[in-house]
């Protein structure tokens, strides 16, 4: 059974850092590409960033461009979001996926169950 796991979300000021980990297990982790996406309240869910199977290629959605950057270590099974400058519209529920291409559409086969970030102003 794949399951993946993110804890990491909590609350911080506008302008600090947080960073999300997403930790896979059930699955041959590095054959999968990953990504993060995240889902405000009363809004679609949007692309923050994904990273292909090897860690070599990586691609941001726009609003996050310049303050995210993912990363992966395949030996622990585990990727990673680093959010630094963070804003208040960055709050949201992020989810981690799995999926053979790094896409930024959500077609991922697995998904975690969401961590919550909220950004005080």
């Known amino acids: 059974q794949v399951q993946l796991v993110e804890p990491g979300g909590g609350l911080v000021q506008a302008g600090g850092s947080l960073r999300l980990s997403c930790a896979a297990s059930?699955?041959?982790?590095?054959?999968?590409?990953m990504g993060w996406f995240r889902q405000a309240p009363g809004k679609e869910r949007e692309f923050v960033a994904t990273?292909?199977?090897?860690?070599?290629?990586?691609y941001y959605g726009d609003s996050v461009k310049g303050r995210f950057t993912i990363s992966r270590d395949n030996a622990k099974n585990t990727v990673y979001l680093q959010m630094n400058n963070l804003r208040p519209e960055d709050t949201a529920v992020y989810y981690c996926?799995?999926?053979?291409?790094?896409?930024?559409?959500?077609?991922?086969?697995?998904w975690g169950q969401g961590t919550q970030v909220t950004v005080s102003s």
């Open positions: 996926a799995a999926g053979p291409v790094a896409v930024a559409s959500p077609n991922y086969a697995y």
């Open positions: 059930g699955l041959t982790f590095s054959n999968y590409a």
């Open positions: 990273i292909r199977w090897s860690g070599t290629w990586t």
